[in-house]
Nanobody, 116 residues
Framework: QVQLVESGGGLVLSGGSLRLSCAAS????????MAWFRQAPGKEREFVAS????????FYADSVKGRFTISRDSAKNTVYLQMNSLKPDDTAVYYCNVYPRAGNSWGQGTQVTVSS
């Protein structure tokens, strides 16, 4: 199991930016792909972005492509999500996890609220 702690959420105006962090522990972090997910009120949890173990390869959901950037710092066992040009539709609890999740537990998530 990989333990995960997300942070960096908050309240921001539409068009603003936030950077989320995910601190991971429990396994060899640099060898595993990681991803961010989000869950809006009343909706299913959805994929946002993923990054390979080396950080060389990334993939984004169409809804965030061009606005969000996923990255990782293996020395710090941390994955980041830089979110720019935020929209009210981005309001959700954001979670990180290994990718594919394969039953790994979820962290507590971090709330992002975008006000119009």
């Amino acid at each position: 199991q990989v333990q995960l702690v997300e942070s960096g959420g908050g309240l921001v105006l539409s068009g603003g930016s936030l950077r989320l962090s995910c601190a991971a522990s429990g396994r060899t972090f640099s060898t595993i792909a990681m991803a961010w997910f989000r869950q809006a009120p009343g909706k299913e949890r959805e994929f946002v972005a993923s990054v390979s173990g080396t950080g060389a390869s990334t993939f984004y959901a169409d809804s965030v492509k061009g606005r969000f950037t996923i990255s990782r710092d293996s020395a710090k066992n941390t994955v980041y999500l830089q979110m720019n040009s935020l929209k009210p539709d981005d309001t959700a609890v954001y979670y990180c996890n290994v990718y594919p999740r394969a039953g790994n537990s979820w962290g507590q998530g971090t709330q992002v609220t975008v006000s119009s």
